[in-house]
């Protein structure tokens, strides 16, 4: 008989190739300090040829789950037996729960981070108050559009650099989305509510956004996934005329709270003091 009254030590990780640069392990690593809990949260450079032993090998480690970043999303798909609906529709998997039996279960939560993060930043902002510009068609894309049209919001439009991934993700998610082409970009904002970034232009080392932001209202909130820098080209034009912003660090700290929950039994929360943390890594 075991007499211990210690709570279980639970491990968990995020696998991805490279996957030095990820704060996911700061992240996690705040939260079991702040609620005293006991476990790790650990990188795992995992090869993509690697992948499926890789989560198989999850439970035989001990492991209560595991995040997923590039580029083991979509991939993920093809080896977890249980999708929830959230992952199958958005076509990727980022967070992976070990079931008591040791199957795996699959769900994506950068749809629910990005919507926390836009109420958290921009309180104000409504699905009904108009359509929705997304750039991009990645698979963060289709994240946020797939959040989008679950709140609510009826025309999104999007734009990628190549017009047939933008029509393919058109299809596979049927109205509200219409794809546009490129060109189309500074036109589409004429009635916006919403401007949302998911492309790589901005990031550190990348070009600025080639987007004209004339046509877009004032009232329109600019978003940018975009997290280092924290301040891109994109959102430092929108301050500029007027317009309210939400930067991309939220959306990363809010996807990663439902599965701490999972791993760990206590849904976290993102407090200064977490911001504080992250951004003193930027």
Known sequence: MNTTTHSPFVLAGVMGWPIAHSRSPLIHGHWLAQLGLRGAYVPLPVNPVRLPEALTGLSALGFAGCNLTLPHKVQALDCISQLDDVARQIGAVNTVVVQPDGSLRGTNTDAFGYMQSLHEAQPAWQAKQGPAVVLGAGGAARAVVWALADAGVND???????????????????????????????????????????????????????????????????????????????????????????????????????????????????????????????
Request: neutral net charge; charged residues 15%.
């Open 156 to 282: 999104i439009r999007l734009l990628n650099r190549s017009l047939d991934k933008a029509q393919a993700m058109a299809t596979a998610f049927g109205s509200p989305v219409k794809a546009l082409p490129w060109s189309d970009r500074h036109a589409a904002l004429a009635d916006a509510n919403l401007l949302v970034n998911t492309t790589t232009q901005g990031m550190q080392g990348q070009d600025p956004l080639d987007i004209a932001l004339d046509a877009l209202p004032v009232h329109a909130v600019v978003s940018d996934i975009v997290y280092a820098p924290l301040h891109t080209d994109l959102l430092l034009r929108a301050q500029a005329r007027g317009n309210p912003t939400v930067g991309g660090l939220g959306m990363l700290l809010h996807q990663a709270r439902p599965g701490f929950a999972a791993w760990f039994g206590v849904m976290p929360e993102v407090t200064p003091a977490l911001w504080k943390a992250v951004l003193a890594s930027l």
